[in-house]
C-alpha cells in the first residue's frame, strides 16, 4: 500500500506514445496533483491537455473492484481470487487438451506495462505453445514494425526526439501531430520558431497541424507511394542520391527505383497520380533534396492502411537514399500512439513476433526455448488482431482472455466482433472497470487489474526511451497486477517455475537477460546492462533509451553508418506496389470515411471521459463533411446525420468543414455505447488489413451520409 504521505512519485503519463514524464502528488484522498516532470527527456515538464488532466480521472467511477464469474444463472457473482482463478486456469486447461493450443487466445493493449506483455507472452508462446496472443498496438503502428523489418532487418526506429528539434525540415504523413502527438508538435515548434525550420503536412485532411506558413500537401487517400516514389525518382534525377551510401550499405535500390518509374515517373505523373498540384509537389521533393536535416514523422494515416507497410517503406527508401537516417536531425521516424506500443513489440507482445525481437526463426525459436526452458514453444505466427477475432467467429478460437482493451468499440467491423464474442466457450477479461462495450457483451469472468497511479513497471516510447511507471496510489478493492493475475494462472495450469516472479522488478531484470542471450551485436534490442539491477535501482531507474549493451556506451541513433540486422548488415530497398485502395465506392456508398482520434479524448474514453474539461472541446459524436457533399446530401452544420457502410451506421452530428476533402467523411473513434451516444464508429470500418503488418485499413471504408 502506498502511504499517503505526499511525496511527490515520478511516473509517465497513461496515454500516447510520446511518454512524457509527470510528477503526481498523491492528496491522501485518492486523488493527486499532476504535472510535468522537468527532468524527462521527452517533454522537459511540458504536458498536453490529456495528460495535465489525469489528476481529474483517478476516481472510482464505474471500476471493477473484485473478481468476478457468471454464476448458472447469468449473473456477474463476486467470487475470490483463488476461485476466479482456479476456474480461468480449470478452463484454459480443459480448452488445450480438447483442441489443442490454437484454441485459446489473448488479445493484450498498448496500456500493459513492458512486465505485463512479457507474462502474457511467455505463458502464450512459451507454455500453452499458441502464438495467438496480439495486441491493439496492431491497430497503431504494426505496418511501421513490418516496415523496418523489411527495410532494417529488425523493428528499430532509428532517431529520437532531439532530431525534431535539430532538423531544418520537419515532414507530416499521416499524423496530426498537433492533437495526438501534441508535446512534440510543441518542439517542432520550439523549432521553427527558434531556428526556422520549415514544415510539410501530408494529409488528405487539412488538420490543426498545418500552420499558416507550412507547406500543406492535401493528397488524395491511399496515395502516399506514388508521392514518395516520386520523390525518389527526382532525387536520383536531381542529383540529390548519396551514392556512397547506397553502395555500401544498401541493397535493392535498381529495382526500387524502376518500380518508382513505374509508378510515377515524373513531376505530372505524381501530380496525376496523388491529386495533388504540380507546383505543390515540386516545392516538397525540392525541399526535400536540398535539405540535409529533415526528418519524415509518420503516424496512423500511413499505418492503418491495407498498404501502410508499403507506405513506410516508400518513406524510408528516401532516406536510404540520401543517406539521412540515423544523423541529428535527419531520420524516418515513426511516431506510435500509445504509451506502450514499443515495450509490447519489445517483448513479443504481436502475433508475428516471438520476443525480444526475435522472429520464428528456427534459431531464435530454439534460442528462446532455452533461455525460457520452455516446454512447448509456439513454432509459427498466431493469428493478428482481425484474423483472431474472424478465427472466434467461426469457432475456432474458443477461449480468449481480453486484457485492457475494449475491441467491441476498437475494432473494424465492431459489430461483427461483438457477434464473435458471444460464441466463445470463455471469455475472460482483465479490466479497470466494471462494465464497458466488451464487458457488457457477455464476459465469463473479469479479473480487476491496477490502474495507472497504482501499477508499477516499464514503459518504452517512441524514442525508445524505457521509463518507469510507478505507483503513487493504494489500489482500490482487490486490485493485482496483471502480471501476477497471469503468473497466478500460468502457476495452475502447472508452469510454476517459469513464472516465478514476486515484483516487476523481478520481470524486467528476465527480461533484460533474454534481450541479450546470445546477442553479441545481432539483434538490435539489447538492454543487457540492465539485468542487474537490484530492486532499488528499479525503484530509482531513471528513463534510459535503448540500446543498452553491456559495456557499451549510449546510442541514441541507428544506422547513421550502416550496421544493419539483415545477414548482409545492408538496409533493402522495398519497391512498393502501386497504390490502390481495396474497395470501390459505388452509387450506394459514394464517399469514403476517416476515422482518427480528437485532441481531448483517449481511445474509448474510459479514462479521459471523466475530465468535464476534457469534454468541452469536443463534446460530441460527429462527422466532418466537406461543404459541396453536405449540399449535394441536403446536410447543415449542426444537424443530425447518418453514415452507412456495409458494416453497420451510426448517428453522428454534422460539422461542415473545408478542412475536408470532397468525397471523405471523418469521424472519431472515442464514443460507444458504454459512454451513452451509440456511436461506435468502429462499427463502420471494414475489417480489410495490410498483407504484411496485419494493419486494419482504417481511413478509406466506402460509406453514404444521409439527413437524420
Ligand atoms: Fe501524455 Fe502524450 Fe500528452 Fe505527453 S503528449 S502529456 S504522453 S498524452
Not at 46 to 52: D, E, I, M, N, V
Not at 211 to 231: N, Q, V, Y
Not at 341 to 361: D, I, P, S
Request: aromatic share 8%.
Amino acid at each position: 500500500a502506498i502511504d499517503p504521505d505526499l511525496r511527490t512519485i515520478s511516473t509517465t503519463c497513461a496515454y500516447c506514445g510520446v511518454g512524457c514524464g509527470i510528477l503526481a502528488t498523491p492528496d491522501g484522498r485518492g486523488g493527486a496533483a499532476i504535472s510535468g516532470d522537468p527532468a524527462h527527456p521527452a517533454n522537459f515538464g511540458r504536458l498536453c491537455s490529456k495528460g495535465s488532466a489525469l489528476g481529474e480521472t483517478l476516481g472510482l467511477t464505474n471500476r471493477l473492484l473484485y473478481p468476478m464469474i457468471r454464476c448458472g444463472k447469468g449473473i456477474m457473482e463476486r467470487v475470490a481470487w483463488s476461485d476466479a482463478l482456479d476456474h480461468v486456469a480449470h478452463r484454459f486447461q480443459h480448452i488445450i487438451a480438447r483442441d489443442g493450443p490454437g484454441a485459446v487466445a489473448f488479445y493484450l493493449s498498448g496500456q500493459l506495462l513492458t512486465e505485463d506483455y512479457y507474462v502474457a507472452n511467455k505463458l502464450m508462446k512459451g507454455f500453452i505453445g499458441s502464438a495467438n496472443v496480439d495486441t491493439n498496438s496492431r491497430l497503431c503502428m504494426a505496418s511501421s514494425v513490418a516496415g523496418h523489418r523489411r527495410a532494417f532487418g529488425a523493428d528499430t526506429v532509428p532517431g529520437c526526439y532531439e532530431d525534431l528539434d535539430e532538423a531544418d525540415l520537419l515532414v507530416l504523413v499521416g499524423s496530426n501531430a498537433a492533437w495526438c502527438h501534441p508535446v512534440l508538435y510543441q518542439r517542432m515548434l520550439v523549432n521553427k520558431q527558434q531556428r526556422g525550420a520549415r514544415m510539410i503536412v501530408i494529409d488528405p485532411r487539412r488538420t490543426d497541424t498545418v500552420g499558416d506558413d507550412d507547406l500543406f500537401l492535401g493528397l488524395k487517400p491511399g496515395t502516399d507511394t506514388a508521392l514518395f516514389s516520386g520523390l525518389l525518382i527526382y532525387l536520383a534525377d536531381n542529383g540529390a542520391l548519396d551514392r556512397d551510401y547506397i553502395e555500401r550499405y544498401t541493397s535493392g535500390f535498381d529495382d526500387a527505383i524502376a518500380r518508382a518509374r513505374n509508378m510515377a515517373g515524373s513531376l505530372s505523373a505524381t501530380a496525376l497520380a496523388t491529386g495533388l498540384s504540380e507546383q505543390d509537389v515540386a516545392a516538397f521533393f525540392q525541399m526535400f533534396a536540398s535539405t540535409e536535416r529533415v526528418v519524415t514523422m509518420y503516424s496512423q494515416g500511413v499505418n492503418q492502411s491495407a498498404q501502410g507497410t508499403d507506405k513506410v517503406n516508400a518513406i524510408v527508401n528516401c532516406h536510404l537514399a540520401t543517406g539521412r537516417i540515423g544523423k541529428p536531425g535527419a531520420s524516418p521516424f515513426s511516431l506510435t500512439g500509445q504509451p506502450n506500443a514499443m515495450g509490447g513489440r519489445e517483448v513479443g507482445g504481436l502475433a508475428n513476433q516471438l520476443a525480444a525481437h526475435m522472429g520464428f526463426t528456427p534459431p531464435d525459436i530454439d534460442r528462446v526455448r532455452r533461455f525460457w526452458k520452455a516446454p512447448r514453444i509456439a513454432t509459427h505466427e498466431g493469428l493478428k488482431a482481425v484474423q483472431m477475432f474472424e478465427a472466434i467467429a467461426r469457432g475456432e478460437i474458443k477461449a480468449l482472455w481480453v486484457m485492457g482493451t475494449n475491441p467491441a468499440v476498437s475494432l473494424p467491423n465492431a459489430d461483427g466482433v461483438r457477434e464473435a464474442l458471444k460464441k466463445l466457450e470463455l471469455f475472460v477479461v482483465s479490466e479497470n472497470v466494471i462494465s464497458n462495450d466488451t464487458v457488457d457483451v457477455g464476459v465469463h469472468v473479469l479479473l480487476p487489474a491496477q490502474a495507472w497511479g497504482e501499477k508499477s513497471g516499464t514503459v518504452t516510447n517512441s524514442e525508445r526511451c524505457i521509463s518507469r511507471q510507478r505507483a503513487f496510489l493504494s489500489p482500490p478493492g482487490e486490485a493485482k497486477p496483471d502480471w501476477w493475475i497471469m503468473g497466478e494462472v500460468a502457476r495452475r495450469l502447472g508452469f510454476g517455475a517459469g513464472f516465478d516472479f514476486h515484483s516487476a522488478a523481478d520481470i524486467f531484470r528476465e527480461h533484460a537477460a533474454l534481450s541479450a542471450f546470445e546477442n553479441e551485436g545481432a539483434r538490435d534490442f539489447d538492454i543487457g546492462a540492465l539485468q542487474s539491477l537490484s530492486d532499488s535501482d528499479f525503484d530509482a531507474m531513471v528513463p534510459v533509451q535503448w540500446p543498452v549493451r553491456q559495456g557499451n556506451e549510449p546510442q541514441a541513433r541507428f544506422f547513421a553508418e550502416g550496421g544493419f540486422f539483415a545477414n548482409d548488415f545492408k538496409a533493402r530497398f522495398v519497391a512498393p506496389e502501386i497504390p490502390a485502395l481495396r474497395t470501390e465506392t459505388t452509387a450506394a456508398r459514394p464517399l469514403r470515411l476517416n476515422t482518427g482520434r480528437i485532441r481531448d479524448q483517449w481511445h474509448t474514453m474510459t479514462r479521459t471521459g471523466e475530465s468535464p474539461r476534457l469534454g468541452q472541446h469536443l463534446p460530441e459524436p460527429f462527422v466532418e463533411v466537406h461543404p459541396d457533399d453536405a449540399a449535394r446530401h441536403g446536410l447543415a452544420d449542426g444537424d443530425f446525420a447518418r453514415v452507412t457502410t456495409d458494416y453497420g451506421q451510426c448517428t453522428l452530428r454534422v460539422i461542415v468543414s473545408e478542412r475536408q476533402q470532397r468525397g471523405m467523411l471523418f469521424a472519431p473513434i472515442h464514443w460507444s455505447e458504454a459512454n451513452a451516444t451509440g456511436a461506435r464508429v468502429g462499427s463502420l470500418v471494414a475489417p480489410i488489413t495490410d498483407p504484411f503488418s496485419g494493419q486494419p485499413e482504417n481511413k478509406a471504408t466506402p460509406a453514404s451520409i444521409t439527413p437524420y
